[in-house]
């Protein structure tokens, strides 16, 4: 299976021109999976509601799932995509799974950073696993990997790939995820931006680039430079993450002791 990752630099609110000039990128490359960056469309830095609310589109009714979808269609691939999602009043920060017959379904992201929690509501979708037909694949969204528990609840719901949007302003996220494939033996696509934004006088954000795949050992198959824009593509063979074995009498689930674990759904005041 071949995957394609993207790391862009939008402008930020130029949706449309954001999503043409992915699609004009993307459809230079073939591939069976793509990922894309976390608000790949409108750029990070929300400052108002109303912006949001401007920039927010129906999933997936509106512009950039129509056009992601048709992209889908006509290269034979599946897509994942952070977006900004409106539903009635509410508004969610959004990663989309497309493929060639279609929308296939929306993961809101659960764990919001910093000022996003003005802006979105938290994620009510909670950890989605798709089967695309020879993988199976889980969605996250950039801070999600603070939290092992994300990577952790997808690889035991049977992801083979987890496919994780994101805007990385934080240092530590690219390493972090090393660990995340290692311990849970999946393949981890991280498409990240790079560029900086710093809206309406607030601290500005520089985003880190480095966009990866991991294989389920842990090694980096592909790690893109921290300023670079365009795309990286890797051939992995997701069954691989099937098998759990850590030594002929280790297994990364079959030894787990959940009995001692209660305190990890537990909520802490
Ligand atoms: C982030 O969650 N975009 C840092």
Redesign the pocket.
């Known amino acids: 299976m071949r995957i394609g990752i993207y790391q862009n630099h939008p402008e930020f609110g130029a949706t449309g021109k954001n999503v043409e000039k992915a699609v004009i990128d993307i459809s230079l490359t073939d591939a069976d999976l793509f990922v894309l960056p ?2 790949f469309n409108t750029g ?1 830095q929300f400052t108002t509601m109303e912006e949001v609310h401007e920039l927010a589109e129906q999933i997936p009714k509106g512009n950039t799932c129509r056009r992601m979808s048709a992209l889908a269609r006509e290269k034979g691939m599946f897509i994942v995509f952070g977006m900004a999602e409106r539903d009635g009043d509410n508004y969610f ?1 959004s990663s989309v799974l497309v493929g060639p017959e279609g929308y296939v379904g929306t993961y809101r ?1 659960t ?4 000022e ?1 929690s003005d802006f979105f509501s938290p994620g009510d979708t909670g950890f989605c696993v798709f089967d695309i037909g020879g993988a199976k694949i889980g969605i996250m ?6 939290f092992p528990e994300s990577a952790r609840a997808l690889s035991l719901a049977g992801a083979d790939i987890i496919c994780h949007c ?5 240092p530590n ?1 690219q390493t972090a995820m090393i660990t995340r494939s290692l311990e849970n033996g999946v393949f981890t696509v991280t498409a990240n931006r790079v560029g900086t934004e710093g809206r309406s006088g607030k601290d500005p ?1 520089t985003f880190t680039g480095g966009s990866q795949l991991i294989d389920n050992f842990g090694e980096i198959k592909v790690r893109m430079g921290k300023t670079e824009t365009g795309i990286a593509v890797s051939d992995i063979d997701p069954v691989q993450a099937r098998n759990k074995a850590i030594t002929p009498r280790n297994d990364r689930f079959l030894d787990r002791r959940p009995e001692y674990y209660e305190i990890l759904t537990s909520a802490i005041s």
Request: glycine fraction near 0%.
């Open positions: 976390e608000l990070y920060n992201k764990h919001l950073f910093f996003e969204i950039c801070f999600d990997w603070w994101a805007n990385l302003v934080l996220c954000l």
